[in-house]
């Protein structure tokens, strides 16, 4: 998962993308950059790292522009630790192009390898988002024939060609030099991506973002989010136009934005992400009434802090205090590059503080948005226990998660993966818990689903095992796994280990 933005305003930029790649800053923690646009050329900054930590004064002062995009990347292909892989990517050929992009292309390696054969153009990289500018660039040389002048039509028969050959899921933000901002998103809407304008005295800005909450916190009105298959174009002056490329496949947001990825306060096509993890608390409570009645439930304790939402709710339909039990240490750094297991381990606990007093003599229900490795559950239950509790039952607002991910979200292969190859009383004989309750796929469904019933499937493929776009082949997921599982065992010789479960905000 990644965030990107995109702005094209009546003043200069760079401090509003800063803001920007801030508000977004939960979607990736590994690097950032921004590009901007003054009259035809191009400024950027990239680096490893945090956005307050790879730009200075110095940076932003050469980042002058009116327009730009900017990228905060949490990698899912190529190296995470290769600063050249850090976005926006650029090319000179044909017409100045720097792009930004979330998601991830299931078919790189042969498009890679068309675009070297067939297309005469050179990778520099592993990352998948140079070889979706390539295919860009590619098919705008082709739609504009020739020709040294650009249009919308040019611009849009380009995107259709990039849709119908980059295979997965994207949303993408683009520069091109001397024309203005193009935005587009892969026909299942895996990947969200959302229109803002703003009025001002000399006329409108328009921003594009991953998330809602970039627009609110930055002064922008929602227009709507861009639908699968469609792209947006705003020129330099600030006039706008949107077109359907290719028709839209089965439109397909990604669950897992809801679960855990984006932020409460967003709305993601039209769905609350708030709004749909309190409701996975109340049909979580549901299931819990149903099948663990005999449990008793003393205190309700959310793991912080994506699970407050769901936990809140689940409580209050169980009738049991909700207590908040763990304090987090929120200037820890970024834990989720780590040394290994142990020291792995070791940055839960500086993370996390349990208050004895509010264990002590309890029958304790700990609620988590979604378990992986199930490495830091199996701690944090451990510091339950330290803390006093008489038993510690787990609970996860997400069904188990079984299978790879291979749309944008850096899941472990199966391996590595605590419910793969377990059942729930399993899992929780592995992580040390009394009970371990999974919330119902279905219910899942439902609980995100009734908040906009336009919205008729959701990608659920780490849930489900089922990949919508159709071209996930048992050998592709094997490849997947095979590389994951090589990248994993080469960091923790190299004293490196990266760990969706220890992100900022999680604690798996």
Known sequence: MCGIIGVVA????????????QVLQHRGQDAAGIATAEGGRFHMHKNSGLASEVFRTRNMRNLEGNWGIGHCRYPTAGSAFNTAEAQPFYVNSPFGLMLAHNGNLTNA???KREMYLGDLRHMNTNSDSEVLLNV?????????NGS?????????RAVAGTQRRAKGAYAAVVMIAGYGLLAFRDPFGIRPLILGRHETSEGTEYMVASESVALDVLGFKTVRDIGPGEAVLIDTDGKLSMRQCVEPRTFAPCMFEFVYLARPDSIIDGISVYESRVK??????????REYSHLKIDVVIPIPDSSRSAAMELASHLNVPYREGFVKNRYIG?????????????????????MHQEFAGKNVLLVDDSIVRGTTSREIINMAREAGATQVFMASAAPPVRHANVYGIDMPSRTELIAAFRNAE???????????????LDDLKRAVGDLN?????????????????????????????????ASSKSSDDDAEQLDLNLMSGASH
């Open 426 to 440: 399993q899992v929780g004989t592995e992580i040390g818990a009394d009970a371990m309750i999974y919330q119902d």
């Open 334 to 354: 970024r834990t989720f590059i780590m040394p290994g297991h142990a020291v792995r381990r070791k940055s839960v606990r500086q993370k996390l503080n349990a």
């Open 280 to 289: 996975m608390g109340v049909y979580l409570a549901e299931k819990i009434k």
């Open 453 to 485: 019933p336009a919205v008729e499937q959701f990608e659920c493929s780490c849930f489900d095992g089922i990949y919508v776009t159709g071209d996930v082949t048992p050998a592709y997921l094997d490849s997947v796994e095979g590389g994951r599982g």
């Open 148 to 156: 040294f002048r650009l249009d919308e039509d040019t611009l849009f």
């Open 10 to 21: 009546k003043s200069p930029v760079n401090q509003l993308l800063y803001d920007g790649l």
């Open 109 to 111: 390696d042969d498009l």
């Open 136 to 144: 860009l660039a590619h098919e705008l040389q082709v739609a504009s």
